[in-house]
């Protein structure tokens, strides 16, 4: 196999918030079809990060290519970029005042202009997938946090997107629910999708990931595959922060 | 009844001894000094009158004026959430020269009185408008028409079409600022996620507005925008000083013609009273059913 064109390429990206220095020249490359997990302390600028990738924040320097399209604040392409990213929230952010099967559907309908039946077909294909079919016509407020998260892994799945962004999708669940959640995203996985995944779930990670990123006060600190991430990480603070995660 | 006079402590029973001594001066006030004449039988005449030539019943002054206070605010209250709306929306604009129109329109009539503003705005701007659509002779054309009843049925006595319409316009203006700062809070109270999930699905900001934030921004904001439009029609009074013929205005003129000041004006209070607190009641009810869904 050739190498493929990578899918996100970051090169030397820094963000500020006012003088706040919260992204600091960030090197990144994520092939097709990679499952790149993202952990590190909180505040260390990983949901900034992957926020960038589908413009949701903008980037101060440095340049940001995904999926052959170069973001940027003002980039006219940036909702077609969108279409190919699709972002999982730790809140969910489900729309309440539609059912499950309409927020799969407006994207589809209203985005790319596709028409009602075949939305439909395909929001059903998709509840499918994350098994919760039975809960189409039912309000988001309806569903436990697990099924309104795993509606929203469906409703990002319905745009047809090439590369999936998970911002701690497990983070605002309760316990039980936490495995439910991610074993959609396993089988996600095994379909060849793009990930990039912010968690703190270790065993996801272990199962699951090509790439580990640690990140710490706004700097990647280290890059490297699970084997050696989990076993032999190369930077001390990494280790110690693992020690703290995987004590329990 | 009975548990009710129960409840009653002493200080309930001085409390309403006081009241009935301050109403029992006024009225002593009125009758010993004034040498007032009441005349209430003639006000039902006032409503609906007896046409003895044509031997017909007609709308009189105050039923003439009451229906065309809730002409006026029904149309302004359509126009000031049209308005608002697009007022609230601007007050949230990513572009800042729109924020700031937004902004200084509102402070503008937050911070001047309605009269004011409401002479500004008609002479200003609503006259202007009549005078440019030309609208006086085209209702005097309406007015002279044979078949003009849905005409008439809508919009009253098409000769003074232009000054209703005036009234409309300058209420919408001045009513629209309030309506907008409800959209705007409206608006304001949709999580940023709510934003940013309909964004990174591809929606552009007007998509994101309209199937995300509005429908579930507009539903939050129905309780109050009901209590705007009771604050609206007690507002319609202030058209009086535009000469506008709603309720207000008339009762000037019956109290002019007539000089049954206090029984007019107390039967003109007796129906913006019943209008805005019937209104009240309907909407608390139909917000305890919308709440119960």
Redesign the interface.
């Known amino acids: 196999m050739t190498n493929p064109a990578p899918m996100i390429e970051v090169t030397q990206l820094d963000k500020f918030y006012g003088t706040f220095h919260a992204l600091k020249n960030i090197n990144l490359h994520v092939d097709q079809g990679e499952k790149v997990v993202i952990c590190g302390p909180s505040g260390s600028g990983k949901s900034t990060l992957i926020r960038c990738f589908n413009g949701l924040e903008w980037h101060n320097s440095g340049r940001l290519v995904i999926d052959g399209i170069e973001v940027y604040e003002g980039a006219k392409d940036i909702r077609e970029l969108r279409q190919e990213v699709g972002m999982v929230f730790q809140q969910f952010n489900l729309f309440p005042h539609l059912t499950v099967l309409e927020n799969l559907m407006i994207g589809p309908m209203k985005v790319r202009k596709i028409s009602k039946a075949q939305a439909e077909e395909t929001a059903r294909k998709y509840l499918d997938r994350v098994h919760i079919p039975e809960q189409a016509d039912k309000y988001p407020a309806q569903l436990s946090g697990g099924q309104q998260q795993r509606v929203a892994i469906a409703r990002s799945l319905c745009m047809e997107t090439r590369i999936m962004l998970f911002d701690e999708p497990t983070s605002a669940l309760d316990p039980e629910m936490i495995n439910e959640v991610l074993d959609v995203m396993v089988e996600l996985a095994g379909t060849g999708m793009t990930m990039v995944v912010v968690t703190h779930e270790m065993g996801f990670a272990r199962k699951v990931a090509d790439t580990m990123v640690f990140m710490e006060a706004g700097q990647i600190v280290e890059i490297s595959p699970p084997e050696q991430f989990f076993t032999n990480p190369s930077s001390e603070r990494c280790r110690l922060f693992l020690d703290q995660i995987l004590e329990h | 009844m009975q548990d009710f006079l129960k409840k009653l402590k002493w200080p309930d029973y001085v409390i309403v001894a006081v009241l009935i001594a301050f109403f029992g001066y006024i009225w002593f006030a009125i009758e010993g000094t004034l040498n007032y004449k009441w005349r209430w039988e003639l006000i039902p005449g006032y409503i609906i009158g007896w046409h003895s030539g044509r031997e017909e019943y007609f709308a009189n002054l105050l039923l003439q004026g009451l229906v065309a206070t809730v002409r006026i605010s029904i149309y302004s209250g359509i126009l000031a959430l049209l308005l608002g709306t697009i007022l609230g929306v601007a007050r949230c604009s990513a572009n800042l020269t729109i924020r700031m129109l937004a902004r200084t329109y509102l402070e503008f009539l937050r911070n001047v009185p309605p009269v004011v503003v409401v002479f500004i705005f008609f002479f200003f701007l609503s006259q202007q408008l009549i005078d440019a659509l030309n609208l006086e002779r085209w209702a005097r054309g309406i007015a002279r028409q044979e078949d003009n009843q849905i005409w008439t049925f809508f919009f009253g006595e098409m000769r003074r079409f232009p000054s209703l319409i005036s009234g409309v316009i300058v209420l919408a203006l001045f009513e629209s600022a309030f309506v907008g700062e409800i959209v705007r809070a409206g608006i304001q109270s949709i999580?940023k996620?709510?934003r940013?999930?309909?964004?990174?699905?591809?929606?552009?900001r007007l998509?994101e507005l309209r199937?995300?934030v509005l429908?579930?921004a507009m539903?939050k904001v129905v309780p109050p925008l009901a209590n705007q439009f009771i604050s609206l029609i007690k507002d319609s009074s202030i058209l009086s000083l535009i000469s506008v013929q709603e309720l207000t205005y008339k009762t000037v003129e019956l109290v002019a013609s007539s000089r049954m000041i206090f029984e007019a004006w107390i039967t003109t209070a007796a129906f913006y009273f019943v209008v805005c607190f019937g209104l009240s009641r309907i909407f608390a009810r139909l917000e305890k059913r919308s709440d119960k869904r």
Not at chain 2, 196 to 204: D, K, L, V
């Open positions: 999580p996620g709510q940013e999930a309909a964004r990174s699905i591809g929606m552009s998509q199937y995300v429908p579930q539903k």
